[in-house]
């Protein structure tokens, strides 16, 4: 049997833009992705601090050390600049492996910064 489990979560970063009319995901700072194990493309869901919304998107890599954390499509309408957000990554494990893994949790700095 295998479940879902927490693989890698990006604990109360800032929202930096929210732009409405791209085709949709999350773009977020290179480097926090890399801090996080998440790549390019990967399913996540993002869970707004300020106001309670979840949402399920993907990611797309932002410019290396910018800090960005952009909001991008429909995903423009569940934030705003300024709102802190979690950004959650799940993975499927058999059960007795997923007892012992251990998740990558990220908690950035002001500006989003390692």
Not at 74 to 98: H, K, N, T
Request: glycine share 8%; with cysteine; proline share 4%.
């Amino acid at each position: 049997m295998n479940i879902d489990i927490l693989k890698s979560k990006v604990h109360r970063a800032v929202i930096t833009e929210a732009n409405l009319h791209y085709v949709g995901s999350l773009t977020l700072d290179e480097d926090i992705m890399d801090a996080a194990n998440m790549i390019e493309n990967e399913k996540v869901q993002v869970v707004n601090v300020n106001n309670g919304e979840r949402i399920e998107t993907y990611l797309i890599k932002g410019k290396r050390g910018s800090g960005v954390c952009c909001l991008n499509g429909p995903a423009a309408r569940r934030g705003m600049v300024g709102d802190v957000v979690v950004i959650i990554s799940y993975c499927s494990l058999p059960f007795e492996e997923a007892k012992k893994f251990k998740p990558w949790v990220v908690f950035p700095k002001e500006g989003n910064k390692l």
